[in-house]
């Protein structure tokens, strides 16, 4: 990995019922003048610049594992590892290399690319066929990749089906990209493919008219006691006590503590608010009313805490209020994904001050400017956050520390929801 090369997010690779199959890292270059820089301006998503084999290879000091967790881990393979005779050094089992198309079945580079595909199957690395599209011939090849992955706005829904049929029978699964919203992923369901990848999972998809169910409606109400600027601590602790297993999670989240420090031992939920402050103590308990004992996806919950601590972060730099309150509009500016309805009848609940309540519904003001840079970001729109002048190397290095942060949590909090 070069000096200016920076991990910046991962995208997830999922099925129909939106479950996470694996991720794709992402990596943007702050390079003056480098492509990352020249896409950045364009305002082209970051999922143009995906991480390669050859920098996972070379920088394992990453520990890519506290990126994709248990899940599959994609990535480009580099051009020395398809025309050489470099030896991956992560585990086969959850590695995925995507390999071109045009490199497996071109004239010029079929030689050498095919041997390399074949050598990198017998050690036990998954392979996927990336910007695929159907052709007499492919079949070929077919049986050695596990994946092949279309661009929908490359192939129309004719050649898309034609590939899916074409794939089905080497057992090759179909990854459909990209797939952003709702409506992305009902146009290609009908169509067979097996996987999608984009930004679906974060994306709100609100029912017009849909109310909040009895147990929503329960947790936001204790969600505006907890919000309530005239809440006290003593309040607080009481509420925190009467459900063990909140207080279990709270406790475990305090533990954690900032990215790159050592786990602290944490043994009461006085201690938690001690270490933690318990403003932000109140967010992170309105986090967890709204994640439904485990019934919400780690993945929203993780981009959740991702969001909120990127605001923490870089609320200093551009002068925005304080870090709590950056760091409580993040949290609530992803209700509309966790509870499925319109993020203003979501906040018309909360007693929220009127800063807080315009940053989170119109980004106005310091804090909601910020709030926009964040999540275009988030999103992989680099080229469009720049409300608040932040340097891409800012925002980078808070995603990057926010990433790491907000998957150890969302992780621990799922493994006391089991206890």
Not at 124 to 132: I, T, V
Request: proline share 6%; aromatic share 6%; with cysteine.
């Amino acid at each position: 990995m070069s000096g200016g090369d920076i991990l910046v997010g991962r995208q997830p690779i999922f099925d129909g019922d939106r479950s996470v199959h694996g991720y794709e890292l992402v990596l943007v270059s702050e390079h003056p003048g480098g492509e990352g820089a020249d896409a950045a301006e364009e305002g082209t998503p970051a999922d143009r610049f995906l991480l390669t084999s050859a920098v996972v290879f070379g920088s394992l000091e990453l520990g890519v594992e506290r990126f994709v967790g248990d899940r599959l881990m994609f990535c480009d393979a580099s051009e020395d590892l398809l025309h050489g005779e470099t030896s991956p050094l992560v585990p086969p089992a959850q590695t995925v290399l995507e390999v071109p198309t045009a490199a497996v079945f071109g004239s010029g580079t079929a030689s050498t690319v095919g041997p390399a595909c074949h050598r990198l199957a017998r050690q036990g690395y998954g392979l996927a066929l990336d910007g695929f599209r159907w052709f007499d011939g492919a079949e070929e090849m077919l049986p050695l990749f596990r994946y092949a992955k279309v661009d929908r706005r490359e192939l129309g829904d004719g050649e898309l089906a034609e590939v899916v049929r074409g794939c089905r029978p080497f057992g090759t699964r179909v990854i459909v990209h990209p797939v952003d919203g709702p409506d992305d992923l009902r146009a290609c369901e009908g169509l067979g493919a097996d996987l999608y990848q984009g930004n679906l999972l974060l994306t709100p998809d609100p029912v017009e008219g849909r109310v909040l169910d009895p147990g929503q409606m329960a947790s936001l109400r204790l969600a505006a006691r907890l919000l309530d600027p005239d809440t006290g601590i003593a309040e607080l602790e009481a509420i925190v006590r009467t459900d063990p297993t909140l207080s279990l999670q709270l406790m475990r989240m305090a533990a954690i503590g900032p990215p790159g420090r050592l786990r602290r031992t944490v043994s009461t939920v006085r201690e938690a608010l001690v270490l933690v402050g318990w403003r932000r103590l109140q967010s992170w308990m309105s986090l967890l009313l709204f994640s439904g004992g485990g019934e919400l996806s780690a993945e929203v919950l993780t981009a959740a805490l991702v969001r909120a601590r990127m605001c923490e972060l870089l609320a200093p730099r551009v002068r925005s209020g304080s870090a709590e309150m950056a760091f409580t509009a993040g949290m609530l500016s992803i209700l509309d994904v966790m509870l499925g309805v319109p993020l203003r009848d979501v906040v018309q609940h909360l007693p929220l001050a009127e800063d807080m309540r315009q940053a989170v519904l119109e980004h106005a003001g310091p804090v909601g400017q910020l709030l926009a840079d964040v999540i275009d970001y988030q999103l992989g729109s680099t080229g469009t956050a720049r409300r608040c002048g932040l340097e891409p190397g800012a925002l980078q290095l808070a995603c990057f520390d926010a990433l790491a942060w907000g998957i150890e949590v969302a992780t621990g909090l799922d493994a006391s929801a089991m206890v």
